[in-house]
């Protein structure tokens, strides 16, 4: 019996260092994988945490203010069915807004009136956009591409699928593929533009028939305030325009021959802008085709107001009416 127990306690003591040899072998490979992952921490670049600030300027305040009302524009829709105006005719569409004080829910409010213009023309009616507003010095003319928009076709829902160049659209939109998360990143003054960008319509067979202005806009710089004035070089005399404005104190009298140069320099500017236009305007006519001359002629501009609905307000008495509005 004891010889039995030895070798029991013989095989249990091999078994345990077996057991224990096997824990270390386990524990030595465990340390090695940590180690490694260590190295590997330590080897490895810090990843740099983004951090995110909320941005408080509301940038879309006024298209988020048109669609707070349900607008209806079931007359644009009857105009592109049988029988109505755009029936069958190349169309290019684009929206814009028009601030209006008008009387909702029994009192007077100022509201964004969205408005659709409806161009009928056999080719894209411009490619360039003015920004233009109350309180800008002067319209500033760019090619559309600066700021990302162009006229695209419009695909019917039911239609989605298909290739455009197959569907041989009549209806083109203006556009932007401006992203709004791109927008966050500029300045302030570069977002207000977007607030004021309509299509600039250029047309050649009539601007002949429309004086050129001989007014310039003028902001004076000064040290207490600028000057701000409209000079007419075919009405206005410089010294005694100048004097006047001295004596309204408008001006310093110290800067008189200073103001005068500077409204020189402009009148110069204005007058070659004119010149470059006429000029433009001749070469332009020169090289256009009998067909393109025709387009301009029988180009047509059709405004859409909202219908009324007992969900909007009225706007029946602020329309700014065009042709077939």
Known sequence: ???????????????TEVKASSSSQENQKENHKLTSQAKRAKTSKPQPQLEYFEDKRNLWDQLDSVYQFNWNFLNLEEAFEEGGRLYGK??????CTEPQLVPYKGENKVICIPVVVAVVS?????????????????????????????????????NRDSQVDRLQSQMFILSCTQRRVALKQRKIDRLKKYEYCLPYFYQPLKEDELEQSTEVQIIFPAAQKPVFCEFDWELDELDEFTDQLIEADELDKDKKDAFKEFVKE???????????????RKKALE????ETKAAFVNMRFYKF???????????SNVKVLWEGS
Request: hydrophobic share 30%.
């Open 1 to 15: 019996m004891r010889k039995g127990g030895k070798r029991k306690s013989t095989s249990q003591k091999q078994e």
């Open 90 to 95: 190349k169309v290019y569409l684009f929206g």
């Open 122 to 158: 056999p080719f894209p009616p411009s490619d360039k956009i003015g920004i233009n507003s109350v309180q800008r010095e002067a319209e500033e003319i760019v090619p559309m591409k600066q700021m990302k928009m162009d006229w695209v076709p419009y695909i019917p829902l039911e």
């Open 266 to 280: 402009r009148v110069r500017e204005a007058k070659k802008a004119n010149r470059q236009a006429r000029e433009a």
């Open 287 to 290: 090289e256009m085709s009998e």
């Open 305 to 315: 107001y909202p219908v009324p609905t007992p969900d909007t307000p009225d706007v």
